[in-house]
């Protein structure tokens, strides 16, 4: 019903910048919540950020200060701005969605984007 599309992963040098970019088509009717997660290879899925519908946002302690993320309605789109990268931040980053449809709750996953930190 709802389909999340991420871009913008790839290579980057230690200190670099990237966006990460998840929109999201089909049955959408209300997003709720958004979010950021990672996952290296032998561990479990971490969260690294959420944003609320009124825009508030959390963020993992590890990256506090470095990363942003936001998100724009009228595209229906989370975007995850990633300063001051470090090798520990490699990982596949997922985006994940709430719909709210019908008074349910509906989770969808992005496909993940590979974010490789490396001189």
């Known amino acids: 019903q709802v389909q999340l599309v991420e871009s913008g992963g790839g290579l980057v040098q230690p200190g670099g910048s990237l966006r990460l970019s998840c929109a999201a088509s089909?049955?959408?009717?209300?997003?709720?919540?958004m979010a950021w997660y990672r996952q290296t290879p032998g561990e479990q899925r971490e969260l690294v950020a959420t944003i609320t519908p009124r825009g508030s946002a959390d963020y993992a302690e590890f990256v506090k200060a470095r990363f942003t993320i936001s998100r724009d309605d009228a595209k229906n789109t989370v975007y995850l701005q990633m300063n001051s990268l470090k090798p520990e931040d490699t990982a596949v980053y997922y985006c994940?969605?709430?719909?709210?449809?019908?008074?349910?709750?509906?989770?969808?996953w992005g496909q993940g984007s590979q974010v490789t930190v490396s001189s």
């Open positions: 994940n969605v709430v719909v709210r449809r019908l008074g349910r709750y509906y989770y969808y």
């Open positions: 089909g049955s959408i009717v209300s997003i709720d919540t």
